[in-house]
Nanobody, 119 residues
């Protein structure tokens, strides 16, 4: 199995910053992609940002220019630097990883961390 442990959520005023971290541990051959999704009350979970081991990055349009995803592949850790936060960024943020455990490529999720942005 693969465990994802998140940290860094909290309450911040609009315009402020937060940094999320997520470390993967367990038995796997490699982590292919790591990233972040979020889910606001009454809404579907959506991709925020993801990064492959090779460095390919995807961002949701709503966070481009404000959020930065990065990885430390040696530590199997992914980070999300969130700047210029807006009240609409309020959600539970979930770490996601695709891990290769031969012969399967499986998806894993963290427990979620609350991010609340006050206006």
């Amino acid at each position: 199995q693969v465990q994802l442990v998140e940290s860094g959520g909290g309450l911040v005023q609009a315009g402020g910053s937060l940094r999320l971290s997520c470390a993967a541990s367990g038995r796997f051959f490699s982590i292919v992609t790591m990233g972040w999704y979020r889910q606001a009350p009454g809404k579907q979970r959506e991709l925020v940002a993801s990064m492959s081991t090779g460095g390919t990055i995807h961002y949701a349009d709503s966070v481009k220019g404000r959020f930065t995803v990065s990885r430390d592949n040696a530590k199997n850790t992914v980070y999300l630097q969130m700047n210029s936060l807006k009240p609409e960024d309020t959600a539970v943020y979930f770490c996601h990883a695709q891990a290769y455990r031969p012969p399967s490529l499986d998806n894993y999720w963290g427990q979620g961390t609350q991010v609340t942005v006050s206006s």
